[in-house]
């Protein structure tokens, strides 16, 4: 399953992505910036994400029912 994951709040800290990377045990597929922000990036996870620990993280989660990462930028 891709999800894409952004700052519920505007901005996140990158340790904040690895962390949540490495609790996941997801894979990092895509991402995009706007200077030195982070706007979002796409993990492939095994299974679906929480609200609960979305929330502990800071990040907004939108399932990706339809990505394809070979067609990413």
Not at 27 to 49: A, F, S
């Amino acid at each position: 399953m891709y999800i894409k994951v952004s700052p519920k709040y505007g901005r996140s800290h990158l340790w904040s992505f690895i962390d949540f990377r490495i609790a996941t045990n997801a894979r990092q597929i895509d991402y995009e910036t706007k200077g030195n922000l982070i706007k979002y990036i796409i993990y492939e996870v095994e299974k679906e994400i929480s609200k609960e620990l979305a929330e502990e993280f800071g990040f907004n989660i939108e399932i990706l029912n339809n990505y394809n990462p070979t067609k990413s930028k």
